[in-house]
């Protein structure tokens, strides 16, 4: 079984910065892309940023800049740096991850964690 748990979230100032890192445990073969969604009350979940097995980057556009996703592939972790946050930032964030268990590949999720961005 995989399990990804989410850590680092919090209540920030706006202009501040916070870390978030997602950790994989499991029967795990081998993980292809890994990323960060986010999902604000009443809205849809949305992508912020994934990074491929081969290092390939995309951000959403209104995070570039600010936010740097990386992976440590031997700690089968993910992280998302974020710098110069603002009130608009405010949103449970989710890790994702495409994971090979055996022969079969599928996308697990972390269970969440909160971030907030007010004075």
């Known amino acids: 079984q995989v399990q990804l748990v989410e850590s680092g979230g919090g209540l920030v100032q706006p202009g501040g910065s916070l870390r978030l890192s997602c950790l994989a445990s499991?029967?795990?073969?081998?993980?292809?892309?890994m990323g960060w969604y986010r999902q604000a009350p009443g809205k849809e979940r949305d992508l912020v940023a994934a990074?491929?097995?081969?290092?390939?980057?995309n951000y959403a556009d209104s995070v570039k800049g600010r936010f740097t996703i990386s992976r440590d592939n031997a700690k089968k972790t993910v992280y998302l740096e974020m710098i110069n946050l603002k009130p608009e930032d405010t949103a449970v964030y989710y890790c994702?991850?495409?994971?090979?268990?055996?022969?079969?590949?599928?996308?697990?999720w972390g269970q969440g964690t909160q971030v907030t961005v007010s004075s």
């Open positions: 994702k991850m495409k994971i090979a268990v055996g022969f079969y590949q599928d996308d697990y």
């Open positions: 990074i491929s097995s081969v290092g390939s980057i």
């Open positions: 499991g029967s795990i073969f081998s993980i292809n892309a």
